[in-house]
């Protein structure tokens, strides 16, 4: 049996973790996003995540994800889910964000582990569970503890599992036997947060994917979940396999998704413009690389 007979996970199976676009002079490219969003889901997105770390969310506004989230769902409409990155190291900071990402018209929240202060895990259960309690909008837990420092163990995964807004993760974790044990002890909804992870998650049980990487390859990773729903497992993984030096050119090569992603979008012309302050845009070497790589891959 597929994941296609599995009952449709809350916000599709093929998401992107957007990059934020912005101006020449680093303001807000809200035009752009709605291109960019239109683009994505034209090709073959069921959801966008904004805001998340790929969003830059560190350096933007909580007015600037607030409008973000507004201005993408006027161009995609119903047509696509809306799940707003409001993580951050403070619990009620957290709680503000996901009222305002609720007030603007998202579908649901992605929430990660406070970072840098590394709090126990009943803290790291109870933050969670005070920003599920605040609004109406289903909880995506982020798991990814090489940048928060903090994991999300899997039994307190699956205790938060059940609260009824505590819906899906999207897992970063690294921990295969983890994300089992999880999945086949509750019906949380995973998506494999590393592209690398795509099919192999998805062969045992997840919902799909957060990719940075379909930002530039919409087509080519939905293709990967078509192809296994299909039945066609070996052609999954040749896409899967196929897609692999991209992935390590833009995710595993040095420079974060955000830079990576964004030197492609803008050698392509499309809407992603600079990166914010500490990030760096990715050099004309570098840039030239990623691009070849890229191409090479559509052409293939």
């Given at each position: 049996?597929?994941?296609?007979?599995?009952?449709?996970?809350?916000?599709?199976?093929?998401?992107?973790?957007?990059?934020?676009?912005?101006?020449?002079?680093?303001?807000?490219?809200?035009?752009?996003?709605?291109?960019?969003?239109?683009?994505?889901?034209?090709?073959?997105?069921?959801?966008?995540?904004?805001?998340?770390?790929?969003?830059?969310?560190?350096?933007?506004t909580d007015a600037e994800k607030s409008t973000l989230v507004s201005a993408v769902r006027e161009a995609v409409g119903d047509r696509a889910s809306?799940?707003?990155?409001?993580?951050?190291?403070?619990?009620?900071?957290?709680?503000?964000?996901?009222?305002?990402?609720?007030?603007?018209?998202?579908?649901?929240?992605?929430?990660?582990?406070?970072?840098?202060?590394?709090?126990?895990?009943?803290?790291?259960?109870?933050?969670?569970?005070?920003?599920?309690?605040?609004?109406g909008l289903p909880v995506v837990l982020y798991d990814i503890p090489g940048r928060t420092g903090t994991r999300i163990e899997p039994e307190t995964?699956?205790?938060?599992?059940?609260?009824?807004?505590?819906?899906?993760?999207?897992?970063?974790?690294?921990?295969?036997?983890?994300?089992?044990?999880?999945?086949?002890?509750?019906?949380?909804?995973?998506?494999?947060?590393?592209?690398?992870?795509?099919?192999?998650?998805?062969?045992?049980?997840?919902?799909?994917?957060?990719?940075?990487?379909?930002?530039?390859?919409?087509?080519?990773?939905?293709?990967?979940?078509?192809?296994?729903?299909?039945?066609?497992?070996?052609?999954?993984?040749?896409?899967?396999?196929?897609?692999?030096?991209?992935?390590?050119?833009?995710?595993?090569?040095?420079?974060?998704?955000?830079?990576?992603?964004?030197?492609?979008?803008?050698?392509?012309?499309?809407?992603?413009?600079?990166?914010?302050?500490?990030?760096?845009?990715?050099?004309?070497?570098?840039?030239?690389g990623l691009l070849a790589t890229y191409e090479r891959l559509v052409s293939s």
């Amino acid at each position: 049996m597929t994941n296609a007979a599995s009952p449709p996970p809350p916000f599709g199976r093929a998401l992107c973790a957007m990059i934020t676009p912005f101006t020449e002079a680093g303001t807000l490219d809200l035009d752009g996003a709605q291109r960019l969003a239109d683009r994505l889901v034209t090709q073959g997105c069921d959801g966008l995540v904004l805001s998340g770390t790929t969003g830059e969310s560190p350096t933007t506004t909580d007015a600037e994800k607030s409008t973000l989230v507004s201005a993408v769902r006027e161009a995609v409409g119903d047509r696509a889910s809306l799940v707003a990155g409001v993580g951050t190291a403070d619990t009620r900071h957290t709680v503000e964000l996901a009222l305002a990402a609720e007030k603007a018209g998202a579908d649901g929240v992605l929430v990660v582990t406070p970072y840098y202060s590394r709090p126990p895990q009943d803290a790291v259960e109870a933050h969670f569970r005070e920003v599920a309690d605040a609004s109406g909008l289903p909880v995506v837990l982020y798991d990814i503890p090489g940048r928060t420092g903090t994991r999300i163990e899997p039994e307190t995964m699956i205790r938060l599992a059940e609260h009824p807004r505590i819906v899906a993760v999207k897992d970063c974790s690294y921990d295969f036997l983890g994300t089992q044990k999880v999945l086949s002890r509750t019906g949380l909804a995973y998506y494999a947060g590393c592209d690398e992870h795509v099919l192999a998650l998805y062969a045992v049980g997840a919902a799909g994917y957060v990719s940075t990487v379909a930002n530039v390859v919409p087509r080519e990773f939905r293709a990967i979940l078509d192809a296994f729903d299909a039945g066609a497992t070996a052609e999954a993984a040749r896409l899967q396999q196929r897609a692999t030096p991209l992935i390590e050119a833009m995710m595993a090569a040095g420079l974060p998704g955000t830079v990576t992603a964004k030197a492609i979008l803008n050698a392509l012309g499309l809407p992603a413009g600079p990166v914010r302050s500490p990030l760096r845009p990715a050099d004309r070497g570098t840039a030239d690389g990623l691009l070849a790589t890229y191409e090479r891959l559509v052409s293939s």
